[in-house]
């Protein structure tokens, strides 16, 4: 079956220093990986998107790779601040086209420390 | 900016109760989902909405659950009979991509049920 994996454990990292978050997936081909940032008690807020033939995005200090042999992604955050501490998701749509549900994964919770 | 909005925050209910949990999409978008993440898990694809039809539900969404799209505003997700286990956080998506490309969240309607 397809799996999405994300280290759910945290990751601490201290203000000034670039995050880098993974995410691996299994048994699927994806035409494109998204990212997307979730508080405690709020709805996910969509970050990034990547396609298949793009090897790396970025949004200001927000940065994705995605490497389709591996089956990873990588997302960065660069000159992280505390107010970037939240949980990252990473989604999928397994389904392949039409108006589809995404997967996600269990998240890695970033704490950036003062 | 537009945003999903989700009515109501919190409801509570007793076990065996209907309870109906409404959001308003973004006013363009014309692919509407729900998704669930019971505390502490990852967020659950539920159903996806497009074109007045169910396009795609997951094995979560069984007999018990049901959307509708009553007006041209409000999308809502009815679940006939509710269960301990269906206490969650429910969240309102909507999209002007297909695919699940870039969806964006409405804030959550919190369900406990006794």
């Known amino acids: 079956s397809q799996k999405i994996e994300q280290n759910s454990e945290a990751l601490n990292i201290q203000e000034g220093k670039t995050a880098t978050l993974t995410c691996n997936y299994t048994?699927?081909?994806?035409?494109?990986l998204q990212w997307y940032r979730q508080d405690p008690g709020r709805g996910p807020v969509f970050l990034l998107l990547?396609?298949?033939?793009?090897k790396e995005k970025r949004k200001e200090r927000l940065k994705v790779t995605f490497d389709t042999t591996l089956k990873q992604s990588l997302f960065h955050i660069t000159a992280s601040q505390p107010a970037d501490s939240a949980t990252y998701l990473c989604?999928?749509?397994?389904?392949?086209?039409?108006?589809?549900?995404?997967?996600f994964g269990k998240g890695t919770h970033l704490i950036i420390q003062p | 900016e537009p945003e999903v909005t989700q009515t109501p925050s919190h409801q509570v209910t007793q076990m065996g109760q209907e309870v109906i949990l409404r959001c308003v999409p973004i006013?363009?978008?014309?692919?509407f989902y729900w998704y669930r993440q019971i505390l502490g898990q990852k967020v659950e694809f539920l159903v996806s909405?497009?074109?007045?039809?169910?396009?795609?539900k997951s094995e979560i969404f069984d007999d018990q659950f049901s959307v509708e799209r009553p007006d041209g505003s409000n999308f809502t997700l009815k679940i006939r009979s509710t269960k301990l286990e269906d206490s969650a956080m429910y969240f309102c998506?909507?999209?002007?991509?297909?695919?699940?490309?870039?969806?964006?969240f409405g804030p959550g309607t919190r369900l406990l049920v006794l």
């Open positions: 998506a909507s999209s002007d991509n297909r695919g699940g490309e870039t969806q964006y």
């Open positions: 048994n699927y081909s994806p035409a494109y």
């Open positions: 990547i396609r298949e033939n793009e």
């Open positions: 989604a999928l749509d397994f389904s392949g086209g039409g108006a589809d549900g995404l997967t």
């Open positions: 006013s363009n978008h014309l692919y």
């Open positions: 909405f497009y074109n007045n039809e169910i396009s795609e």
